[in-house]
């Protein structure tokens, strides 16, 4: 019952704040209808060298490549296309090499790290490419050695790159800071210690803002992919279902962080300068709008375990990639140990009390 009353509560005081409304719904809202507006439809084409290698498989993807929109694949020899690389005529070359037949084939992809948003587009087209030839031969996950982070070919645009990314940094916006800065106004203004005094457990309160937190974010969930889709034709090849799981871990661990942040930020003031601290990095980080792999390899090895990583990761893997959930396990994990770890600190952290509040009560029993 008290649980219940706090759900609420706490959902009729987001509804009341203009303020919070725009950032949890407006925001990502104009956020997607922008990056669509610039990206979506006026991206250009993308240029693709393909160095054949005597592989046969460099049949098959040049082949493949028929069914995918707004790239043209130009067939040569890798040294004339790399200098076309380096004159920014091409986005990327594909080079196959002949393997034996027990062997994965190998394929090396090279860019120029200086066009983030177009090599990592084409990158993670060719990626989708290979995938999708896999599935259509039945052969062995590790048939084609590249590492690289990809989702699956098919229309597949910077959008339905973007959108998972832009899902996933909504998440994380909206779940630290919709937590920890009421939730340090509320200590601030005495209410935490009022509720301290009555039967209503720390669990039961914390609960009921997490929960409403996490409808929100299943409210951005709907209104980004509705967007997407219907704006600027993003595929949704996955499963809905697993999603909305991905969504329910990714909120919940981002409200365990903002938990965190509302257990270190002493006053309403530091709680913004603390959670953009870890939020900022994240977001550029953590491939919500390009991949990092130009990036020098100590940072990508940061970027590699930020929780916003598995959350975007999962949520591209499903959504555009159309991976089930066993696929995307290491995520899925990873992002419960991440809201196991920050839900601890978080304990550690917690004070009913603000500690100016501590302070002045000190100073009245040393006058006393």
């Excluded at 203004?189 to 937190?213: D, E, N, Y």
Aim: hydrophobic fraction near 55%.
């Amino acid at each position: 019952m008290a649980f219940r009353a706090l759900l609420w509560a706490n959902t009729r005081m987001q509804l009341r704040n203009r303020s919070a409304l725009f950032w949890h719904f407006a925001f990502p809202l104009v956020f997607m209808v922008m990056f669509g507006l610039i990206f979506g439809r006026g991206a250009g084409t993308l240029h693709i060298g393909l160095v054949a290698g005597n592989s046969e498989w460099a049949e098959h993807f040049q082949a493949a490549f028929g069914e995918v929109e707004g790239v043209k694949l130009t067939r040569g020899e890798q040294g004339a296309l790399l200098e076309e690389l380096k004159d920014r005529q091409v986005h990327v070359v594909v080079a196959f090499t002949a393997t034996e037949a027990d062997q994965p084939v190998a394929v090396e992809l090279f860019y120029d790290p200086g066009e983030m948003l177009a090599s990592g587009t084409a990158r993670a087209i060719v990626r989708g490419v290979l995938d999708g030839i896999t599935r259509r031969v039945q052969a062995v996950p590790e048939m084609f050695a590249v590492k690289e982070t990809g989702v699956r070919a098919g229309s597949l645009t910077f959008m339905s790159f973007l959108l998972p990314g832009v899902l996933g940094m909504s998440i994380m916006f909206s779940s630290m800071f919709g937590v920890a800065f009421p939730l340090v106004m509320e200590r601030e203004q005495g209410i935490l210690r009022r509720v301290k005094l009555t039967p209503v457990r720390a669990a039961v309160f914390l609960g009921a803002k997490s929960v409403g937190m996490t409808i929100i974010a299943f409210v951005q969930a709907v209104i980004i992919i509705v967007t997407g889709v219907a704006l600027f034709d993003v595929q949704i090849h996955g499963s809905l279902a697993a999603a909305a799981l991905v969504v329910l871990l990714g909120s919940s661990m981002m409200v365990a962080l903002g938990l965190v942040v509302a257990g270190v930020a002493k006053r309403l003031e530091s709680v913004d300068s603390i959670a953009n601290a870890i939020a900022m990095p994240m977001m550029f980080l953590a491939g919500t709008f390009f991949a990092i792999d130009g990036a020098p390899g100590w940072l990508q090895a940061i970027a590699r375990v930020m929780p916003l990583t598995y959350l975007n990761s999962a949520l591209r893997d499903v959504l555009v990639g159309g991976q089930v959930l066993v696929d995307i396990l290491p995520s899925l994990a990873a992002m419960v140990a991440c809201a196991l770890i920050f839900v601890a600190m978080a304990a550690y952290f917690f004070r009913w009390e603000s500690p100016k509040n501590q302070t002045g009560k000190k100073k009245e029993r040393n006058h006393a």
